[in-house]
């Protein structure tokens, strides 16, 4: 079993619709989470941090973590296609691991 | 500071020869982190440093893999003898260890093997 799981996608969405990007690992000992964004070519930029269950809000994103299910998503609001890119999960196990990355096309 | 620098950001270098890699994390970040990834797949753990201490190296590298972080701050990452699937992306990150451990990552160096 892989430390951290994504679906590799394509999730394919439509400009406006609610993008939905979830996330399994398997530590039950995890105390951090991060959602990364990568473009292609590019490295990965930080996107969202929680800490503790429940949601948290940054702006058209939503992260939700749920530490009994051992599960992380990624809600984006308002779907732009400049937030196609792959989205990466990643836990903090006393060491940083990341999932392969859900590759996200948001179409006109 | 304006973020982890990673230095070089292309490499080309022929079957067998030896590269280094540098990465100077953001100065008051003690953890640093190295990565390999390749087309299609999320970064692949390395190895990673509190302050100058090597943690933990991933049972998948190879002995051709070495790392260093002298005095705590920069850190190369070496590899010899190199072979062309050593072709890829290496990444270096760095975060503090307590409170909010987000990590920030550099613009990464390119190696092709040829």
């Known amino acids: 079993q892989k430390e951290v799981e994504q679906n590799s996608g394509p999730l394919s969405v439509p400009e406006g619709a609610i993008a939905s990007l979830n996330c399994t690992y398997s530590?039950?000992?995890?105390?951090?989470f991060f959602w990364y964004r990568q473009y292609s070519g590019k490295s990965p930029e930080l996107i969202m941090s929680?800490?503790?269950?429940g949601d948290k809000e940054d702006g058209r994103f939503t992260a939700q973590l749920n530490k009994a299910s051992q599960y992380v998503s990624l809600l984006i609001r308002d779907s732009q296609p400049s937030d196609s890119a792959t989205y990466l999960c990643?836990?903090?196990?006393?060491?940083?691991?990341f999932g392969a990355g859900t590759r996200l096309a948001v179409h006109p | 500071d304006t973020g982890v620098s990673q230095d070089p950001r292309h490499k080309i270098t022929k079957r067998g020869q030896n590269v280094t890699f540098r990465c100077d994390p953001i100065?008051?970040?003690?953890?640093l982190y190295w990565y390999r990834q390749t087309l299609g797949q999320g970064p692949e753990f390395l190895t990673y440093?509190?302050?100058?201490?090597?943690?933990?190296k991933s049972r998948l590298l190879s002995d051709r893999f070495s790392a260093e972080r002298p005095k705590g701050s920069f850190s190369t990452l070496e590899i010899q003898r190199t072979e062309q699937g050593d072709s890829a992306m290496y990444l270096c990150?760095?975060?503090?260890?307590?409170?909010?451990?987000?990590?920030?990552f550099g613009q990464g160096t390119r190696l092709t093997v040829v």
């Open positions: 440093f509190q302050n100058e201490a090597q943690l933990e």
């Open positions: 990643a836990v903090d196990t006393n060491k940083l691991i």
């Open positions: 100065s008051e970040h003690n953890r």
């Open positions: 929680i800490y503790s269950n």
């Open positions: 990150a760095s975060s503090l260890v307590f409170g909010y451990t987000e990590a920030f």
């Open positions: 530590d039950r000992g995890s105390q951090s």
